[in-house]
């Protein structure tokens, strides 16, 4: 299990690999604020990775939460992180599990109380290291990653060393 914002379901569904989620850890949380912003404004846009995402929720590996945090706000502007963010980090911490985020400064917050996490690269690595895809299904997914969203050379480099230097079998 694991709590998940919006940027990773948005970037992985763009790519094709939403259900590499299911594949490494079964279920799906997301606060309620995710799911308005994902599913509900992205319909809106006509976002297709908002349907797709809406039907997994259908499909029941993706489940929203809709206990509501009071403090959010609060947390959120002191962070200076969105609602969406601070809502996944703080559900993930009261249910004690890794939490799901791209954005650095929620990244940072959320390691700061000690949380588990994992970002969009960091799920195209861990598929491929437990032979969930393969190397070159890796490469590939990072190559449309780093399209649909902003990675730096450095992390973009880092990511396609780490996956070449996972076992060889697995190519």
């Not at 949380?29 to 039907?55: C, N, T």
């Not at 929203?64 to 911490?93: P, Y």
Request: charged letters at 30%.
């Amino acid at each position: 299990m694991i709590v998940s914002n919006s940027g990773p379901l948005i970037h992985l569904a763009k790519v094709g690999r939403i259900k590499l989620l299911k594949d490494i850890f079964g279920e799906v949380i997301i606060p309620h604020e995710v799911k308005l912003e994902v599913v509900d404004r992205g319909k809106d846009e006509g976002m297709g990775d908002a349907f797709l995402i809406e039907s997994e929720i259908e499909n029941g590996w993706i489940v929203t939460d809709k206990s509501n945090d009071h403090k959010v706000k609060e947390i959120a502007e002191s962070a200076g992180i969105d609602i969406g963010e601070a809502s996944a980090i703080m559900l993930a911490r009261r249910m004690k599990c890794p939490v799901l985020i791209d954005d650095l400064a929620a990244r940072r917050f959320a390691a700061g109380l000690g949380l588990e996490v994992i970002g969009s690269i960091g799920v195209l690595i861990r598929s491929a290291k437990l032979q969930k895809i393969s190397k070159r299904e890796a490469f590939e997914a990072l190559d449309k990653l780093a399209r649909v969203m902003w990675l730096s050379v450095d992390i973009y480099e880092d990511a396609r060393m780490i996956i070449e230097k996972l076992d060889r079998a697995n190519s």
